[in-house]
């Protein structure tokens, strides 16, 4: 009785670890696929979970009901949509969430196994397909080189937009120097030549006796009309 008490015992602080542990992974990951692994052989498993490691991402199997247990720890409830049965492999994305996505997506392509149950990324549920359309968008190194890409092109149209401007202004200014010599040439044989004309200095007696003409016309004029008011 004692050895079958320890024994249940010791099953359960097993269950305790591992739920501890399960719980751990949750809280660490930034998304889970939940699959069930049936039909996949030994070797094809430890091939997957080879191939994910680098990527920063566990492949874990686990009973049902301590992922049920380890959810709960982190405050995620299934629905009923959302159901654990069979074998359940749970793929945990600690990183970059595409990569290992991809890595899964392969595998399937390969031996049509493991099929995806559900995921969870930031607490949002998405469906298997949901998570088979993540897979299949570009990576982030891909979306980082185009990005680059993109910020490369019109840096360079832009900065051979701005070069070929300045080469024309200075083409430009330095056709207005080499013209300007030939431009004032031209301008001055197109003027018109204006001459000055001189009028004759008159003669100093010449104005004296045109001086001394005027009031005898006015005196003569005063006459005139003298005589004719006595008539």
């Known amino acids: 009785m004692s050895d079958e008490n320890t024994k249940i015992s010791a099953n359960k602080q097993k269950k305790v ?7 751990e992974k949750f809280g660490k990951a930034k998304a889970v696929v939940f699959t069930n692994y049936q039909g996949i052989t030994h070797k094809q498993l430890e091939g997957f979970k080879k191939a994910i490691k680098p990527l920063q991402a566990e492949y874990v199997v686990a009973k049902n009901s301590l992922l049920t247990r380890a959810l709960e720890e ?12 069979g074998q359940t492999g749970t793929l945990f ?11 899964l997506a392969k595998i399937i392509k390969e031996l049509n196994l493991p099929s995806v149950k559900f995921g969870i ?15 299949a968008l570009p990576t982030k ?13 019109p840096i360079f149209g832009l900065h051979r937009a701005l070069s070929w401007n300045l080469q024309k202004f200075v083409l430009a ?5 080499k013209a300007k010599p030939a431009l004032a040439v031209a ?19 010449k104005v004296k006796a045109k001086i001394e003409e005027q009031p005898k016309e006015e005196t003569k004029s005063e006459d005139v009309k003298s005589e004719g008011g006595e008539n």
């Open 74 to 85: 982190n405050k995620i409830k299934l629905s009923k949509e959302q159901t654990l049965d």
């Open 93 to 103: 994305l600690y990183d970059d969430v595409m990569s290992p996505l991809k890595a």
């Open 141 to 153: 190194e891909v979306l980082l080189a185009s990005l680059v890409a993109g910020l490369k092109s």
């Open 187 to 205: 301008i001055t044989a197109s003027a018109p030549v204006v001459e000055a004309v001189s009028e004759p200095t008159p003669e100093p007696e």
């Open 173 to 177: 200014l330095n056709a207005i120097a």
């Open 121 to 135: 990324m930031e607490k949002d549920f998405m469906t298997g397909e949901q998570v088979l359309k993540l897979s």
């Open 17 to 23: 670890a591992i739920v501890t542990e399960l719980s």
